[in-house]
């Protein structure tokens, strides 16, 4: 009788053990679905700043695309969120008050799947027009990131940079109208010609030059080999006698690897475009 009470109990229990398990897998379904289909809340310190209607998930229906911002009683913006269809797919807040001031939102396939995907530009007001960029792909749940510069100036040294790029850059003048500029993380070495017609009522003040790299400003968004993969490219300037001056252009290129894009090269150019010198990351 024991053998048959433990052969009649055990799929009681595996049935017991399975049923709660679907239910367990419902409720936390239904968490997700019900997530998914809060409706974003627009109080007074939010306010629209762009709507696109397309089509980004992959049926046959517009969706409507809105960015938000966020401001604190200071009138500042704080956060940034992605609203479709009247859903939060997307926030973004800033690491400090008063980093950005502007955004802009944009559409554009860079995977080559001939889906969109959502594009966050964020610029600075400041003097050096700072730019951050993320870009997500949309998918059912949690859009997944594929790039994401969250602060330029973690890129930078000198001015307003952060100071913990004070042993990685170096840039100095050599005399007879040349500059030197050192990356020491990187090994990215080279001279840079000044034009001397250009400095010639201000040649005294060459030799202040210092070390100062701009943050990112501006990305470039290619298709070198037609694939339909983009690669994006950060732009920074080198500065020389005063913010106005541009000695050269470093340029990060970074490539879609296994979903995430990677740093892989680091080039410096003089200011007509022109390639001094690069290293592979």
């Keep these: 009788m024991k053998k048959f009470y433990v052969k009649l109990l055990l799929p009681i229990i595996a049935i017991s053990l399975i049923s709660g398990c679907s239910a367990n897998s419902k409720d936390a379904q239904n968490t997700v679905n019900e997530q998914q289909t809060v409706k974003y809340i627009v109080s007074?310190?939010?306010?629209?700043?762009?709507?696109?209607?397309?089509?980004?998930v992959g049926n046959e229906t517009k969706e409507k695309i809105t960015l938000y911002a966020e401001q604190n009683q200071n009138g500042m913006p704080v956060a940034w969120s992605v609203v479709v269809d009247g859903v939060e797919k997307l926030?973004?807040?800033?690491?400090?008050?008063?980093?950005?001031?502007?955004?802009?939102?944009?559409?554009?396939?860079?995977?080559?799947?001939?889906?969109?995907?959502?594009?966050?530009?964020?610029?600075?007001?400041?003097?050096?027009?700072?730019?951050?960029?993320?870009?997500?792909?949309?998918?059912?749940?949690?859009?997944?990131?594929?790039f994401n510069i969250e602060n330029p100036f973690d890129y930078a040294y000198g001015?307003?940079?952060?100071?913990?790029?004070?042993?990685?850059?170096?840039?100095?003048?050599?005399?007879?109208?040349?500059?030197?500029?050192?990356?020491?993380?990187?090994?990215?070495?080279?001279?840079?010609?000044l034009v001397q017609e250009e400095y010639k009522n201000v040649a005294e003040m060459l030799p202040n030059i210092t070390t100062w790299i701009d943050p990112i400003i501006d990305y470039s968004l290619v298709d070198?080999?037609?694939?339909?993969?983009?690669?994006?490219?950060?732009?920074q300037r080198v500065i020389g006698i005063a913010h106005v001056d541009t000695l050269a252009l470093l340029k990060t290129t970074y490539q879609l690897k296994e979903g995430q894009y990677q740093a892989t090269s680091l080039t410096l150019y003089d200011k007509k475009e022109k390639p001094l010198a690069e290293v592979k990351l």
């Design 44 to 56: 007074e310190n939010t306010h629209i700043l762009k709507t696109v209607e397309k089509n980004i």
């Design 91 to 146: 926030r973004l807040t800033a690491q400090e008050e008063g980093l950005y001031s502007f955004a802009d939102l944009m559409l554009e396939d860079v995977d080559g799947d001939d889906k969109s995907e959502v594009l966050v530009y964020r610029q600075s007001s400041g003097s050096s027009g700072a730019m951050g960029l993320a870009i997500y792909k949309p998918q059912e749940g949690d859009w997944q990131p594929l």
């Design 159 to 193: 001015g307003a940079a952060e100071m913990e790029n004070a042993e990685r850059f170096e840039v100095k003048y050599a005399g007879d109208y040349y500059v030197v500029f050192k990356d020491h993380q990187t090994g990215l070495n080279s001279t840079i010609q």
């Design 224 to 235: 070198y080999d037609g694939d339909g993969v983009k690669e994006i490219i950060t732009i």
